[in-house]
Nanobody, 121 residues
C-alpha cells in the first residue's frame, strides 16, 4: 500500500504561482510513476503532469510552459509548480502514483485526498 498526502493549495490571483507537494509513504519502492490530476467544478478529472522514476516528465497541453513537475532526491515527495495561473486552473488537484508509465487514471492505484487551488480574477 502507498499513501499520498497533498499540500500547498490555496487562493491565488491570476498570474500568480503556487507549488503543490505530494508526500508518499508506505511501499514507495513499488512506484515507477507519479502524477498530478485535477478536477474543476462540473468537469471530469484530467491529467496535468507526471514524472517517472527515470525523471522523465510529461505535461498536458493545458499547462505546458507554465508547469514544472519534480521530485526530491529521495523520490518520495513530488512537487508541482504552476506559474501564470489562470481562473481556468481552479480545481481540486490530486496526486497519484502507480507502477506503470502512464497518464491514464486507471493505471494509478494510489491517490491522495486532493488539495484545492482557487485562482481569482
Amino acid at each position: 500500500q502507498v499513501y499520498l498526502v497533498e499540500s500547498g493549495g490555496g487562493l491565488v490571483q491570476t498570474g500568480g504561482s503556487l507549488t503543490l507537494s505530494c508526500a508518499a509513504s508506505g511501499r514507495t519502492e513499488t512506484i515507477l510513476n507519479m502524477g498530478w490530476f485535477r478536477q474543476a467544478p462540473g468537469k471530469e478529472r484530467e491529467f496535468v503532469a507526471r514524472i517517472q522514476d527515470n525523471d522523465r516528465t510529461f505535461h498536458s497541453d493545458a499547462v505546458q510552459g507554465r508547469c514544472t513537475v519534480s521530485r526530491d532526491s529521495g523520490k518520495t515527495t513530488m512537487y508541482l509548480q504552476l506559474n501564470n495561473l489562470k481562473p481556468e486552473d481552479t480545481a481540486v488537484y490530486y496526486c497519484a502514483a502507480g507502477p506503470f508509465y502512464s497518464a491514464l487514471e486507471k493505471n494509478y492505484p494510489y491517490w491522495g485526498q486532493g488539495t484545492r487551488i482557487t485562482v481569482s480574477l
